[in-house]
Antibody, heavy 118, light 107 residues
Framework: QVQLQESGPGLVKPSETLSLTCTVS????????WSWIRQPAGKGLEWIGR???????NYNPSLKSRVTMSVDTSKNQFSLKLSSVTAADTAVYYC????????????WGQGTLVTVSS | VIWMTQSPSLLSASTGDRVTISCRMS??????LAWYQQKPGKAPELLIY???TLQSGVPSRFSGSGSGTDFTLTISCLQSEDFATYYC?????????FGQGTKVEIK
């Protein structure tokens, strides 16, 4: 059974960079598409972007200037960096898998809360 | 960007009821639509993909229909464990987008 686990600091200061890692277990990270999705408290879901195991990426235009994603197949991990954060970036951040380029998200991590505050 | 209008935002129902949730797209997406269920404090779970295909392990009381711009999620006989928030999501184009969510609460 594939499992995803997000990790990273739960508190980030304004203007700094949010960094999260998603570790995939129970299966290979290769040949799948890996996304980051976030959800502010009490609100809906926002897709941040995705990375393929080749390293190719697609980002949400609303965040593109601040987002960088990377993948480390040797560790079965992929990562998110979001720069110049503000309080508006406070949310639960999820990692998720899509099995093909045009597929829904069939596996999700449990989510990790990141709070932006000084 | 494909905008999604999900309705209603809140649905009050009783156990045993048949409920339907609608999702309308700002442009056609063929059948590249998924439905998710989310319970408080948990990650969303995939219920239906390709508009009408039930994800493995999902009870058959859930069904999806539609194509193009109009889609529906139906729960044929609401169970206690179905009280949750439901989201539609398109994966036809970038950025991937989600509906605003429908909270199904106990009447």
């Amino acid at each position: 059974q594939v499992q995803l686990q997000e990790s990273g600091p739960g508190l980030v200061k304004p203007s700094e960079t949010l960094s999260l890692t998603c570790t995939v277990s129970g299966g290979s990270i290769s040949s799948y598409y890996w996304s980051w999705i976030r959800q502010p408290a009490g609100k809906g879901l926002e897709w941040i972007g995705r990375i393929y195991t080749s390293g190719s990426t697609n980002y949400n235009p609303s965040l593109k200037s601040r987002v960088t994603m990377s993948v480390d197949t040797s560790k079965n991990q992929f990562s998110l960096k979001l720069s110049s954060v503000t309080a508006a970036d406070t949310a639960v951040y999820y990692c998720a898998r899509a099995s093909t380029a045009m597929a829904s998200f069939d596996y999700w991590g449990q989510g990790t809360l990141v709070t932006v505050s000084s | 960007v494909i905008w999604m209008t999900q309705s209603p935002s809140l649905l009050s129902a009783s156990t045993g009821d048949r409920v339907t949730i609608s999702c309308r797209m700002s442009q056609g997406i063929s059948s590249y639509l998924a439905w998710y269920q989310q319970k408080p404090g948990k990650a969303p779970e995939l219920l239906i993909y390709a508009a009408s295909t039930l994800q493995s392990g999902v009870p058959s009381r859930f069904s999806g229909s539609g194509s193009g711009t109009d889609f529906t999620l139906t729960i044929s006989c609401l169970q206690s464990e179905d009280f949750a928030t439901y989201y539609c999501q398109q994966y036809y184009s970038f950025p991937r987008t989600f509906g605003q969510g429908t909270k199904v609460e106990i009447k």
